[in-house]
């Protein structure tokens, strides 16, 4: 039997200020640090991360495991390897972790102790960007994902994402952990095969994370996009899975740049009647502006504009792209990514 509870895992490539800032929230734990272990993961080539993180090890139960170009996948299942705790719970290195997370998950799991995976919400400090700000908002808002990425009535069929995903160590054993040949959408991927092989799914309110993400809207394009481009891959391995909420990134601009040709048609010949389609996409995107503006400030309700017409663009053209590589031309890789 494991001697501890949890293995908190991050699996780590470069970016020092971004690790460094996630391992000192664990510093600050209130939480016995003989009940948990920290596992990374490190891919960083020319050991340009590791003296950083020398003088954790002497402030926290920390291990890491080094192989250069460690892929995400990867680093995750090498450091479960050297896990030694009854829940591994996976964590991203753009993480800043509340002091009171485990005791949150402690208290959730006594109240329903068949929980056997599991997750949490993210948000954003005070202190993020502005930018930061706005991409979360529009990753999390119920008007900009329909509350895709779980809540509270969100019971047996969440899927925890990896960026905050615990599990019981048997099932993620059982199951063979992470599917090393998924480059992207490899959190899901396992939640998948997790609830097949009978993992019941729950989400955490308090189990919340402070997320960055990414800190320009090319980076922030260029992760929706390869979220996007994942999901015909996931339903290739997972038959059943695809939903009408996957489709609508690609429905949503799609519509928003024909609506807008419509719209450049209704001056031509001076119809309003195709102005209407334009119409109802401004109407949208200021309910967008107006629920940022009242749970944030004008300069995030202003960006939360463009992060979210930013979000459904980069996920819904790396849907389509995927799509029409996996499905029509039949290859079962799809596109690099």
Not at 280 to 289: C, D, E, R
Not at 302 to 330: D, S
């Amino acid at each position: 039997m494991p001697k501890i509870k949890y293995a908190l895992i991050s699996p780590t490539f470069q970016r020092p200020e971004e690790v460094t800032e996630f391992l000192s929230s664990l510093e600050s734990l209130d939480y016995s640090k003989k009940e948990f272990q920290i596992i990374l993961g490190d891919g960083t080539p020319n050991d340009e991360l590791r003296p950083l993180l020398q003088s954790y090890l002497k402030t926290l139960p920390l291990q890491i495991h080094y192989q250069e170009f460690l892929p995400v996948s990867d680093a995750r299942n090498r450091a479960a390897e050297l896990a030694a705790a009854e829940y591994l719970i996976f964590l991203d290195s753009d993480c800043i972790i509340p002091s009171g997370y485990l005791k949150g998950i402690d208290s959730f799991l006594s109240k329903h102790p068949d929980t056997t995976l599991f997750g949490g919400p993210d948000a954003a400090l005070e202190d993020f960007t502005d930018l930061q700000k706005a991409i979360n908002f529009s990753m999390t808002s119920f008007l900009t994902t329909g509350g895709i990425r779980g809540g509270k009535a969100s019971v047996t069929s969440y899927q925890p994402r990896g960026f905050n995903m615990g599990m019981s160590s048997d099932l993620f054993k059982k199951v063979g952990g992470y599917d090393e040949d998924f480059v992207c959408g490899e959190d899901v991927e396992l939640s998948l095969r997790l609830q097949k092989a009978g993992a019941i799914s729950r989400f955490i309110p308090e189990a919340h994370v402070f997320h960055k993400r990414r800190a320009t809207l090319k980076q922030f394009r260029r992760q929706v996009f390869r979220f996007g481009a994942a999901r015909p891959l996931l339903a290739k391995a997972h038959p059943g899975n695809l939903k009408i909420m996957h489709l609508f990134p690609t429905i949503f601009t799609l519509y928003g740049y024909l609506s807008l040709l419509s719209f450049v048609v209704s001056l031509g010949l001076g119809k309003v009647f195709f102005a209407l389609p334009y119409l109802a996409y401004i109407g949208y995107m200021t309910a967008v502006f107006a629920e940022a503006w009242r749970t944030e400030n004008f300069q995030v309700a202003r960006l939360a504009i463009r992060t979210t017409k930013t979000m459904n663009e980069g996920y819904g053209m790396g849907f389509l792209r995927n799509y029409i590589e996996v499905y029509l031309r039949g290859n079962s890789k799809g596109i690099k990514l």
